[in-house]
């Protein structure tokens, strides 16, 4: 795997010399091994909080849940991810601070920055598409109902202890179905990320599937 990287005309020998390589096809700088990102963190981190590097794959996960409003049986969908790079600016050259998590499969409701090819897909198989929600009072990625479309808004996907995303049992994960996605480049993106205590159970028990899709 390798990541692709913005870097300013002005820094490319800097870049060149921590071992950024000219990918001449895509016109894009890119880095070749995880292990040498965080070098890169000063072109990567934006702002002041961490950011996140989605590596290798991720899941979409699928639910079930009663529609609040037809009351049938909706179709849910939300993300899984594994392994990330959690990256914070650094602030001198010997301290780069950053974490890879790679143990547990953790469910995230988005992935923000996904390409727009695989987010119209997602809106085509699965109604999950930007849209406001009434309840929460502001915009994001959301589940609809397979038959009124209705919106099914996230508090009840993720935060109850019936949500069909709220894993604390063998019983719960075994009820979800996971289907990986490969990444043809590693991905800088914005992970709403839930961490449980009960993640493990989710790759041990959870229903795994391979798929063609590369993003
Ligand atoms: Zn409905």
């Not at 005309?9 to 995880?34: H, Q, R, S, T, V």
């Not at 090819?117 to 915009?139: C, E, I």
């Not at 709220?166 to 800088?188: G, H, M, P, Q, R």
Request: hydrophobic share 35%; charged share 25%; with cysteine.
């Amino acid at each position: 795997m390798s990541l692709l990287i913005d870097i300013p005309y002005c820094d490319k020998d800097e870049a060149k010399l921590l071992g950024a390589k000219w990918n001449p096809e895509l016109k894009k700088w890119f880095i070749k091994n995880k292990s040498d990102y965080p070098k890169f963190s000063k072109w990567i981190v934006k702002g002041e909080g961490y950011t996140t590097i989605l590596c290798d794959y991720f899941y979409i996960v699928l639910g079930v849940r009663k529609c609040f409003k037809c009351h049938k049986l909706t179709n849910v969908m939300c993300f899984a991810v594994k392994n990330f790079l959690l990256m914070g600016k650094s602030q001198n050259e010997f301290d780069f601070p950053y974490e890879y998590f790679h143990n547990d499969v953790h469910i995230s409701p988005i992935i923000k920055s996904l390409p727009e090819g695989f987010l119209g897909f997602l809106n085509n198989k699965y109604k999950f598409y930007f849209d406001f929600s009434k309840t929460t009072g502001d915009s994001y990625f959301a589940n609809h109902c397979d038959h009124c479309g209705m919106i099914q808004g996230n508090y009840y996907l993720f935060e109850e202890p019936d949500s069909p995303f709220y894993v604390d049992s063998v019983e719960c994960a075994s009820e979800l179905n996971l289907f990986k996605i490969k990444l043809k480049y590693d991905l800088i993106c914005d992970l709403d990320l839930s961490i449980g205590s009960d993640d493990y159970l989710i790759e041990k028990y959870a229903k795994l599937h391979d798929t063609d899709i590369v993003i």
